[in-house]
């Protein structure tokens, strides 16, 4: 069995918007109470509509943002009190790929000089060394040797993005958080950049968590999946569990709104009433109620958590009092 890489144990963010002697401390609940691991060589897809904590969970996991509760094991290791210092050395070993490549890409310094600075920082190699390691990284993301003499900008979007991925796989790191890597690129560039992933995932043992609001995306990709809701996860299981029977109201409307490409095939589409509640004031019960066409009276008073559906031989975990 692979190796649990990365175990993230009751993990909220909770971001303090006010507080004075006038008013009571308010609090943004982005990230509320989440729990998974993840194994070495493995993909967990994060999915969720916009707005619901996937990037602020990503980036609470690489200590980005500091997480305000829970505990964060990389290894075995308990990271969440690791100072600056001490994550250093940690960067090494977890990495991040942004969405837009060009706000994370100085523009002012050269693709070698952007793929040096990683070396740089860790002082790894003489200058000849990382000249060489940058060609060589280029190469295996698919770009010239020559690219490394250009700037940012005089590259294309799907161009850029394999820079950022020859960045993030420079020091041979065993995590990397994709967050929304491939949604900002055109659908064809999509196909190349998740197969490029792929592929040093297997090369590599690397293992990603996948943030996407793409569905189709995710399934393509992720060997297990995680739907969240208002900064909580509302189910998780297997890609293939979820895509052919996802359990919870709010997976089985996300599932459903995903596009068939046979007009014969067509399939009845769940749509969802209402607004996402505020992250501020949340609801008292299910965060999902007041958008649920199964809503019972017990979901309005008390929040569901979650927990492993019984009797089962493979991982299927949901917070839903319809299945308990």
Avoid at 224 to 245: C, D, F, N, P, W
Wanted: net charge neutral; charged share 25%; glycine share 6%.
């Amino acid at each position: 069995m692979p190796e649990t890489l990365l175990e993230v144990r009751h993990l909220s963010q909770h971001i303090k918007l006010s507080d004075s002697w006038f008013s009571k401390a308010s609090y943004l609940y982005a990230v509320d109470d989440v729990s998974f691991s993840l194994k070495a060589g493995e993909t967990l897809g994060l999915v969720g509509e916009s707005g619901c904590g996937k990037s602020t969970l990503a980036r609470s996991i690489l200590k980005l943002m500091e997480p305000s509760a829970g505990q964060i094991l990389f290894k075995g290791q308990d990271i969440t009190q690791y100072t600056g210092k001490q994550m250093v050395s940690l960067r090494k070993e977890m990495q991040i790929i942004f969405q837009d490549p060009m706000d994370s890409l100085n523009g002012r310094h050269t693709v070698g000089a952007i793929l040096q600075e990683p070396f740089e920082i860790h002082q790894m190699g003489d200058a000849k060394q990382r000249r060489q390691w940058v060609e060589d990284l280029l190469l295996k993301v698919g770009l010239p040797v020559e690219a490394m003499d250009k700037y940012p900008h005089e590259f294309s979007g799907g161009q850029k993005q394999r820079i950022g991925i020859a960045r993030a796989i420079a020091l041979k790191p065993k995590v990397i958080v994709c967050d929304e890597a491939v949604s900002a690129l055109d659908m064809s560039v999509q196909a190349q950049i998740m197969n490029l992933l792929l592929s040093l995932q297997q090369e590599m043992q690397l293992a990603l968590i996948f943030i996407a609001h793409d569905l189709s995306v995710v399934k393509h990709i992720s060997d297990r999946v995680a739907v969240m809701y208002l900064g909580k996860i509302v189910e998780l299981t297997s890609a293939q569990r979820l895509y052919e029977k996802p359990l919870h109201p709010y997976s089985q409307a996300l599932i459903s709104a995903i596009p068939v490409a046979d007009p014969r095939k067509r399939k009845a589409r769940q749509v969802l009433q209402g607004d996402v509640p505020s992250a501020i004031n949340r609801p008292q019960g299910c965060h999902f109620a007041g958008r649920c066409p199964k809503v019972m009276a017990k979901c309005e008073q008390i929040a569901p958590k979650l927990s492993d559906i019984k009797d089962l031989e493979f991982e299927h975990k949901i917070a839903c009092h319809l299945i308990e």
